[in-house]
């Protein structure tokens, strides 16, 4: 399964942005996809992820209430809502596929990841 993200870009704090990831290839399988960040100097840091129904859904506490992941059911596109970006937010995102919202979370069993997409988020 190959994996491209795009959205990523550079934004003013309180700014609004939505990433998505495409799933291609061997896609023939049931999988949950899954959004994590690497900021410079920092390591790669869990922030969403979503079944393949679209119904469970997993956030990491710091971006809860602010980013939001969704894919309609079977879809090979998942999508990463994110509002009231802050300069913290500024990081490398990759999205990644995995059996379980559980599995991606913990990086317990990741199948595929995606290149990255740069956010930035400065005044």
């Known amino acids: 399964v190959q994996l491209q993200a795009s959205g990523g870009g550079s934004v003013q704090p309180g700014d609004s942005l939505r990433l998505s990831c495409t799933a291609s290839g061997r896609t023939s399988s049931k999988y949950a996809m899954g959004w994590f960040r690497q900021a410079s100097g920092k390591e790669r840091e869990f922030i969403a992820a979503?079944?393949?129904?679209?119904?469970?859904?997993e956030y990491a506490e710091s971006v809860k209430g602010r980013f939001a992941i969704s894919r309609d059911g079977g879809s090979n596109t998942a999508n990463l809502q994110m509002s009231s970006l802050k300069p913290e937010d500024t990081a490398v995102y990759y999205c990644a596929t995995g059996k379980q919202t559980t599995w991606i979370r913990d990086q317990v069993a990741i199948d595929s990841w995606g290149k990255g997409t740069q956010l930035t988020v400065s005044s």
């Open positions: 979503i079944s393949w129904l679209g119904t469970t859904v």
